[in-house]
């Protein structure tokens, strides 16, 4: 069974899985299912609690000492096992197979780990857990889903938000949901009434978005301009060193303009293997080297000498119109002729 966290709580109030799986890349989300997960097993009689951080030292005869206590006199245990961000290797897999049949009645196992990629969801011990398991999806929301997230949100609160209201909170927030729960408390105290409009919401709330260079970055290789622009104006807003992005996206483009060499010679996967580009991004380099021809990525390098010259000896002239040309121009469809 796979879910999504915000809806972790309704399959808790149902019934308890002897496994659950939190995987995703969203520290609040990862934090509140621990949490929910915690609670619900206290409420029945799970009352220890062992976590374990797994590394190459680890000594896995304590989880098999957790996992084979239990007498009448044992209490029931709920034991998380937090996997490293490098992920799951030879050895780490062998004994997550090993736990797994050592499992009984009085233990939930928690395995909380990173973001999956589709080779871990395919591999033998990600399969036998998950055959037994509750997977709780702890990605952060997309662009898409982040609407109804903010909405299931505030109807747990208590909170009624329109339309507008949940639009505006879900583009203030995107990127940072944890000050997107600190604001829908904030809300609350104030309007104890819980309606929530987008006078309310705009009167109440500063900007607590985050963006970074990468996330703006991500967005020009994907060629959503709106996106890229609303993250350059943040960005601008918050003083961000435009020498900081000239060198971000200098990087990429420089890297784009050598794929794209390598590509008339090689297999676009061969490009990737050569630049150890991970499979997440693939999409996104994909797509940028499907738009951008070898003489646009010249002249978008020319254009970002240019603002990298205006920048650090025009000092009484904005580089940022430039930078916000730039930025378009990366993400314009090619033209077809």
């Known amino acids: 069974m796979r879910i999504f966290a915000d809806r972790l709580a309704d399959q808790l109030s149902k019934q308890l899985q002897p496994i659950y799986l939190l995987f995703g890349n969203e520290p609040l989300l990862l934090q509140e299912s621990r949490q929910a997960i915690q609670k619900a097993a206290t409420q029945q009689g799970f009352e220890e609690r062992h976590r374990f951080t797994i590394d190459a030292s680890f000594d896995w005869y304590q989880v098999y000492d957790c996992c084979q206590a239990m007498s009448l006199f044992s209490a029931r245990q709920l034991i998380e096992l937090e996997l490293p961000e490098s992920g ?5 897999a062998k004994e997550l197979l090993n736990v797994a049949e050592m499992l009984h009645a009085d233990v939930i196992l928690v395995v909380v780990g990173s973001k999956l990629t589709k080779a871990q969801e395919s591999a033998k011990w990600f399969k036998t857990l998950s055959a037994q398991a509750c997977w709780v999806n702890c990605l952060s929301p997309d662009l898409q889903r982040l609407p109804q997230f903010v909405q299931t949100r505030c109807r747990a609160l208590g909170l009624q938000p329109d339309a507008e209201a949940v639009q505006m909170l879900a583009q ?15 809300l609350l105290l104030l ?34 301009g ?12 918050e003083g961000t060193e435009v020498v900081i992005l000239v060198r971000t996206i200098q990087r990429e483009l420089t890297q784009l303009l050598q794929m794209q060499l390598q590509a008339q010679t090689s297999s676009i996967n061969q490009v990737f293997d050569s630049y150890r580009i991970w499979q997440t991004k693939r999409p996104l380099y994909s797509a ?14 020319q254009l970002l000498a240019r603002i ?18 730039l930025s378009t121009e990366i993400c314009l469809p090619q033209v077809k002729l």
Do not use: C
């Open 88 to 92: 799951v290797n030879v050895a780490i």
């Open 172 to 186: 203030w927030h995107e990127g940072n949901l944890f000050a997107l729960s600190q604001s829908l408390e904030k």
């Open 191 to 224: 309007y104890p009434d819980g309606q929530l409009t987008m006078v309310r919401v705009e009167e109440s709330l500063s900007r607590h978005n985050h963006f970074t260079a990468f996330h703006w970055t991500d967005a020009l290789l994907a060629g959503k």
């Open 226 to 237: 709106n996106r890229a622009q609303r993250i350059l104006r943040q960005l601008e807003a």
């Open 288 to 301: 940028a080297l499907q738009r951008l021809s070898t003489a646009k990525l010249q002249q978008l390098m």
């Open 308 to 325: 990298e010259i205006q920048s650090k000896t025009q000092y009484e002239v904005s580089s940022w119109p430039t930078l916000h040309q």
